[in-house]
C-alpha cells in the first residue's frame, strides 16, 4: 500500500428519539457535501484498490453519495464504527498492502490516527465529509500529500 485516504462521514442528523447513533441519516447539508466530494474525487482521478467502511448509516450514505462505484466492493467493517486510533492502527496492520486504500469512519479516532501516523503534535480537525490523502512511509509513519473538505 502506497497511499492511505481518511475519510470521515458526511454530517448526519441529530438522532430523533430513541433512535440509535449507529442509524443516523445524513443530513441536507451531509448529502450535498458527499456529492461534491464525489465531484472532487472524480476531478482528481483519485480511484481506490480497496474501500474499508463503519457500516453506520451515515457512513453508507456517504459512500454511496461519494463513491458510488465502491458500494459493492467496500469491506463494511463493525470495528470501524466509532474505531479509534488503536483500532485503526491494527486494522492498516492487517490491510494487504497493494494500492490506495480509502478508510471511512468517524471522529475522534479519525483525527487521532491521522495525528498518530503524520507525528502532528497536535491532532488537525478532520471535519464531516472531510478527507486525508496520505502516503505511508517506512515504520508506520505518513506525509500529508493533500486534504479535502466541504
Known amino acids: 500500500m502506497h497511499e492511505l485516504v481518511l475519510l470521515r462521514h458526511a454530517e448526519a442528523r441529530a438522532p430523533h428519539g430513541k ?40 457512513t453508507r450514505s456517504t459512500l454511496a453519495s461519494a463513491l458510488p462505484d465502491h458500494v459493492l466492493d467496500a469491506h463494511l467493517l463493525p470495528q470501524l464504527y466509532l474505531a479509534d486510533r488503536e483500532v485503526l492502527q491494527t486494522l492498516l496492520e492487517q490491510i494487504p498492502p497493494r494500492g490506495r486504500v480509502l478508510l471511512l469512519g468517524h471522529n475522534p479516532g479519525m483525527e487521532q490516527f491521522a495525528g498518530a501516523l503524520c507525528g502532528w503534535l497536535a ?28
Open 19 to 58: 433512535q440509535d447513533d449507529f442509524d443516523r441519516v445524513l443530513s441536507a447539508r451531509g448529502q450535498a457535501d458527499a456529492g461534491r466530494l464525489g465531484v472532487w474525487l472524480k476531478q482528481q482521478n483519485l480511484r481506490f484498490d480497496q474501500v474499508y467502511a463503519s457500516p453506520s448509516v451515515r
Open 123 to 150: 491532532p488537525r480537525a478532520l471535519p464531516t465529509c472531510g478527507l486525508l490523502r496520505l502516503r505511508l512511509e517506512a515504520a508506520g509513519k505518513a506525509s500529508l500529500i493533500e486534504s479535502w473538505q466541504p
